[in-house]
């Protein structure tokens, strides 16, 4: 039997959350769903035993901030994890490029987003412990979290980064095509968006030589593209065909699904170590 995975992309705005999972649990998704559906769509998740794949961060500070360990010591571990840090991705892909400033996408700390509240009322993620209560007092959440190498067996879900993957995808071909941010000096419209995401589809549907099934339907714009993005980043984790999609980072850091054959992924935690050593200074 074939694993149900569903990509999440989780927002706030009047749209909803884009979802698509085009082989389960219920039904066929390639869709806006409002919070209350999206809440719906994670027990269903839970019950089919299906990866959920969220684009949107997942862990918060690491546990020996909330122990009091000097390493850990200041307070923007609170609203900011090591992954988030722009130093720990230096020289991250082929040894010379970060790969967040060459998608044009920023990194932003996991307090900072919008969409944290539909994470928290949908997963019951990110998990903060109280700072006067015992440090194990963690949410479990409503599913499994997966933090590491290690493929779940159950239901989980797992944190994705969609345009940092598409640009490890696709970016060496010559196929990468900005869609978020600003371009020029000028922010990219919803339409030009639309198009760069139909064109990076299409090439990953055809030549790519990645495999995606055919009758997968088209992207219609960013939301739809990221959704399944993460959907894909799940499935190649799934499969576990020659470590091409792995998990970059720990529960200490931070960390989410990426294609790794041009990153150097025990770099990047060696670095997010190294800044949590740092009590203090910019980031």
């Known amino acids: 039997m074939t694993r149900v995975v569903i990509g999440v992309d989780p927002a706030s705005g009047k749209k909803g959350s884009y979802v698509f999972a085009p082989y389960g649990p219920d039904d066929?998704?390639?869709?806006?769903?409002?919070?209350?559906?999206?809440?719906?769509?994670?027990?269903?998740?839970?019950a089919a035993g299906a990866l959920v794949c969220w684009d949107a961060p997942l862990t918060a500070a690491p546990t020996a901030w909330f122990a009091g360990e000097e390493r850990w010591r200041t307070s923007s571990f609170l609203t900011q994890r090591p992954l988030e840090r722009v130093r720990a991705w230096d020289n991250a892909v082929d040894g010379k490029i970060n790969p967040f400033e060459a998608a044009?996408?920023?990194?932003l700390g996991y307090a900072g987003l919008s969409h944290w509240?539909?994470?928290?009322?949908?997963?019951?993620?990110?998990?903060?412990?109280?700072?006067?209560?015992?440090?194990?007092?963690?949410?479990?959440?409503?599913?499994?979290?997966?933090?590491?190498?290690e493929r779940p067996t159950n239901a989980a879900v797992v944190e994705v980064h969609p345009t940092v993957a598409a640009w490890l995808w696709t970016s060496e071909a010559?196929?990468?095509?900005?869609?978020?941010?600003?371009?020029n000096s000028k922010a990219i419209s919803a339409k030009m968006a639309a198009a760069a995401v139909r064109q990076m589809w299409g090439w990953l549907t055809g030549?790519?030589?990645?495999?995606?099934?055919?009758?997968?339907?088209?992207?219609?714009?960013?939301?739809?593209?990221?959704?399944?993005?993460?959907?894909?980043?799940?499935?190649?984790?799934?499969?576990?065909?020659?470590g091409e999609v792995?998990?970059?980072?720990?529960?200490?850091?931070?960390?989410?699904?990426?294609?790794?054959?041009?990153?150097?992924?025990?770099?990047?935690?060696r670095q997010c170590h190294a800044r949590g050593q740092r009590v203090d200074g910019p980031n």
Do not use: M
């Open 117 to 149: 509240t539909i994470s928290q009322a949908a997963l019951d993620l990110p998990a903060v412990p109280s700072v006067v209560r015992d440090v194990s007092a963690r949410t479990r959440g409503i599913l499994e979290l997966v933090t590491g190498s």
């Open 174 to 183: 010559g196929e990468w095509r900005q869609y978020k941010g600003r371009q």
């Open 207 to 242: 030549s790519s030589g990645i495999g995606l099934p055919p009758e997968l339907p088209d992207s219609s714009c960013a939301d739809a593209f990221d959704a399944r993005i993460a959907w894909l980043l799940g499935t190649r984790w799934l499969s576990g065909k020659g």
């Open 246 to 269: 792995e998990f970059v980072g720990n529960a200490e850091c931070g960390g989410f699904l990426l294609p790794v054959s041009r990153l150097e992924p025990d770099q990047i935690v």
């Open 28 to 46: 066929f998704h390639d869709r806006y769903l409002q919070p209350k559906e999206l809440g719906e769509l994670v027990l269903e998740a839970k």
């Open 104 to 107: 044009g996408v920023s990194l």
